[in-house]
């Protein structure tokens, strides 16, 4: 296993409590959309046994063709050591990344893609969207629904419906709003899901689409393979 150490480029505030950490790419460190990475602080590996208090599995929020390396999450005032470490880091410190690998990749079936999204799991679909702009070969349509109940909606510069891109976005801050266009969605039999949030979110996701219809296949989480039996009915 490879471990790449990188310094902070540049902290950006999205929203309250939501930052992004642009990372300088090392040498030979490559990723496509969809990607997560497993994000370490200083120290992680310094004794006998790694210290799994100081690795996150992350998203990469963005392409490699901006040229950093973006995590983007939600610190809260009261949080976990790792989070109470992270916020305290500056331009320059160093951090590490490893085991990078893509669950959501965006399919090109020629058909509608549905991104189902809780707060800061937009991040996620991000890329997906900024490879969708760059080449929209075999997708009819991408439409991103995302639920903050903090109203401090992400990236709506990026997500912002535009009729010639072939793309929608809606922003909710309430379940049962966001339930129910879930539900108008999945009136679409042959769309693609993706769904990114909390295990809770997702289970809950998978419960109403399967209930309008939707076939297992049909639906995409950001789960390895061998979580995946935990999520999707046989």
């Not at 929020?61 to 109470?84: A, D, H, M, V, Y």
């Not at 470490?85 to 331009?91: A, C, G, K, M």
Request: aromatic content about 10%; charged content about 25%; overall charge negative.
């Amino acid at each position: 296993m490879q471990i790449y150490w990188t310094k902070i480029n540049k902290i950006i505030e999205e929203a309250p409590e939501v930052k992004t950490y642009l990372l300088d790419c090392p040498k030979g460190f490559t990723w496509e959309e969809g990607s997560h990475t497993h994000f370490a602080l200083e120290g992680f590996n310094a004794g006998d046994k790694p210290n799994r208090s100081l690795i996150r599995h992350m998203s990469i929020s963005t392409l490699p063709n901006e040229n950093s390396i973006g995590i983007t999450t939600r610190i809260r005032e009261q949080c976990s050591e790792f989070k109470t470490i992270l916020r305290n880091l500056e331009v320059g410190n160093q951090v590490a990344i490893f085991k990078t690998h893509s669950n959501v990749p965006l399919k090109r079936e020629d058909k509608n893609v549905y991104l189902l999204s809780s707060g800061v799991g937009l991040a996620t679909f991000r890329p997906l969207v900024l490879e969708y702009f760059e080449r929209a070969d075999n997708v009819k349509h991408i439409h991103s629904l995302n639920i903050d109940s903090s109203q401090g909606f992400l990236f709506t510069n990026i997500f912002e419906s535009s009729l010639d891109k072939k793309f929608t976005s809606q922003f909710v801050d309430n379940r049962k709003e966001y339930y129910e266009e879930v539900k108008n969605l999945a009136a679409d039999k042959d769309g693609l899901f993706y769904v990114v949030g909390s295990d809770e979110f997702i289970v809950q996701n998978m419960e109403v689409l399967r209930e309008q219809g939707i076939k297992v296949g049909q639906i995409m989480l950001d789960k390895h393979e061998r979580q995946m039996s935990e999520f999707l009915p046989m």
